[in-house]
């Protein structure tokens, strides 16, 4: 029998070199996208925070990306969320971790515990939810988005602006819920590009609403906007946070939004 000790060694290390490299190459790229769009944009690229959404993707490859410099990582589901957080954390990593996806209100308590900002806030009974298990959960405040729909279409998540509809899903109640939680920061709004839409019209949509709610909410500047097929257009439109999963980490076997 073969001794599985006896793998050579260069065979082993030349392949976890190899995927550090695809891994590298794609930052440096996703790199130079944002220095480019911020420079058609005339804005500075430290307004741009680069959060790599590393879903389906082992926490070894998270881990080569806060090794190769990325500070924010993105995760859509709470329970592979929380298993590379505590991965990382165990690897002794730091990284800023985002949870960007749709969000149920019994994963608040679990999502708090490893969290630093949560991007898809979208009904003032998650806004509660989660601003208890904040309560609960943790010593600091945490940092929320409130997500916008663009289209109106609330299956695909998101708060809606205007005074129609549920009060629930209403956009400023939102706000407000956020803004008033003692354990919640209101620090902006996110929101997806509707498949089919033209990005441009998408983010201009969001730049309005982020607009508005700066006036009501200083505090609230940040807009979470652009993935890989549209962060330049967002950029333009003034995103100060991209979450760019394909293009730093290679095509996803299935890739559902949220
Ligand atoms: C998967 C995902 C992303 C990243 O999308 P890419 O097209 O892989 O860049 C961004 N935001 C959310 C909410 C996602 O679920």
Same mark, same amino acid.
């Given at each position: =029998?073969?001794?599985?000790?006896?793998?050579?060694?260069?065979?082993?290390? !030349?392949?976890?070199?190899?995927?550090?490299?695809? @891994?590298?190459?794609? %930052?440096?790229?996703?790199?130079?996208? #944002?220095?480019? $769009?911020?420079?058609?944009? !005339? /804005?500075? &690229?430290?307004?741009?925070?680069?959060?790599?959404?590393?879903?389906?993707?082992?926490?070894?490859?998270?881990?080569? %990306?806060?090794?190769? !410099?990325?500070?924010?990582?993105?995760?859509? /589901?709470?329970?592979?969320?929380? $298993?590379?957080?505590?991965?990382? *954390?165990?690897?002794?990593? $730091?990284?800023?971790?985002?949870?960007?996806?749709? +969000?149920?209100?019994?994963?608040?308590?679990?999502?708090?515990?490893?969290?630093?900002?949560?991007?898809?806030?979208?009904?003032?009974? @998650?806004?509660?939810?989660?601003?208890?298990?904040?309560?609960?959960?943790?010593?600091?405040?945490?940092?929320?988005?409130?997500?916008?729909?663009?289209?109106?279409? @609330?299956?695909?998540?998101?708060? +809606?602006?205007?005074?129609?509809?549920? &009060?629930?899903?209403? #956009?400023? /109640?939102? @706000?407000?819920?956020?803004?008033?939680?003692?354990?919640?920061?209101?620090?902006?709004? =996110?929101?997806?590009?509707? +498949?089919?839409?033209?990005?441009?019209?998408?983010?201009?949509?969001?730049?309005?609403?982020?607009?508005?709610?700066?006036?009501?909410? &200083?505090?609230?500047?940040?807009?979470?906007?652009? =993935?890989?097929?549209?962060?330049?257009?967002?950029?333009?439109? !003034?995103?100060?946070?991209?979450?760019?999963?394909?293009?730093?980490?290679?095509?996803?076997?299935?890739?559902?939004? *949220?």
């Amino acid at each position: =029998m073969r001794d599985p000790r006896s793998v050579p060694r260069q065979q082993v290390t !030349g392949h976890l070199d190899n995927r550090v490299s695809v @891994l590298a190459a794609g %930052l440096t790229n996703v790199r130079r996208r #944002l220095a480019a $769009a911020c420079q058609a944009a !005339g /804005r500075s &690229p430290d307004e741009v925070t680069l959060v790599a959404v590393t879903k389906t993707y082992p926490a070894a490859d998270a881990l080569r %990306l806060v090794d190769l !410099g990325v500070t924010d990582l993105g995760e859509n /589901r709470d329970q592979e969320a929380a $298993a590379k957080a505590s991965e990382l *954390a165990a690897a002794g990593a $730091a990284a800023t971790w985002h949870y960007v996806g749709r +969000l149920q209100r019994n994963k608040c308590r679990s999502v708090v515990g490893y969290a630093d900002v949560v991007h898809s806030v979208d009904s003032v009974r @998650l806004a509660e939810a989660l601003a208890g298990a904040a309560q609960r959960g943790r010593s600091v405040p945490l940092d929320v988005l409130v997500q916008l729909s663009i289209d109106g279409d @609330l299956q695909r998540g998101g708060a +809606l602006p205007g005074d129609g509809g549920e &009060p629930d899903v209403r #956009l400023d /109640r939102v @706000l407000a819920a956020v803004a008033g939680a003692a354990t919640l920061r209101l620090r902006g709004i =996110m929101a997806v590009a509707p +498949l089919g839409w033209d990005a441009r019209e998408a983010f201009t949509r969001v730049a309005e609403a982020a607009a508005r709610v700066r006036r009501e909410y &200083p505090q609230a500047q940040w807009v979470s906007a652009g =993935m890989s097929n549209d962060l330049e257009v967002a950029i333009e439109c !003034g995103s100060t946070h991209v979450r760019v999963g394909n293009a730093l980490l290679g095509k996803r076997a299935a890739s559902p939004v *949220a």
